[in-house]
Nanobody, 123 residues
């Protein structure tokens, strides 16, 4: 098992940046796929980005070119750098992890979840 804790959310103006962190209770590099999802009020949880266990990053089309994943292995932390934020990026952002290999990026394919962190982008 792995516990996940997100932080770094907040209120930012459109065009601004935030960096979210996902701190894991154990090493994820090489063993877990770590992903980010978000859920806006009244909407379903949607895929944002994933760092596969082999280090390859995949991004949703809506954030490609604006969001970047990185990892600090010493701190068991995955970062989500969010630039050029838009009001439509407003949501609760969740970190998730899974221990098995899968080509799916649906929320149901992830085993472990953090509590979420709110991101609000004002226009």
């Amino acid at each position: 098992q792995v516990q996940l804790v997100e932080s770094g959310g907040g209120l930012v103006q459109a065009g601004g940046s935030l960096r979210l962190s996902c701190a894991a209770s154990r090493r994820t590099s090489g063993t877990y796929t770590v992903g980010w999802f978000r859920q806006a009020p009244g909407k379903e949880r949607e895929f944002v980005a994933v760092m596969r266990w082999n280090g390859i990053n995949v991004y949703a089309d809506s954030v490609k070119g604006r969001f970047t994943l990185s990892r600090d292995n010493a701190k068991n932390t995955v970062w989500l750098q969010m630039n050029s934020l838009k009001p439509e990026d407003t949501a609760v952002y969740y970190c998730a992890a899974r221990s098995f290999s899968s080509a799916s990026y649906t929320s149901g394919s992830f085993e472990y979840w953090g509590q979420g962190t709110q991101v609000t982008v004002s226009s």
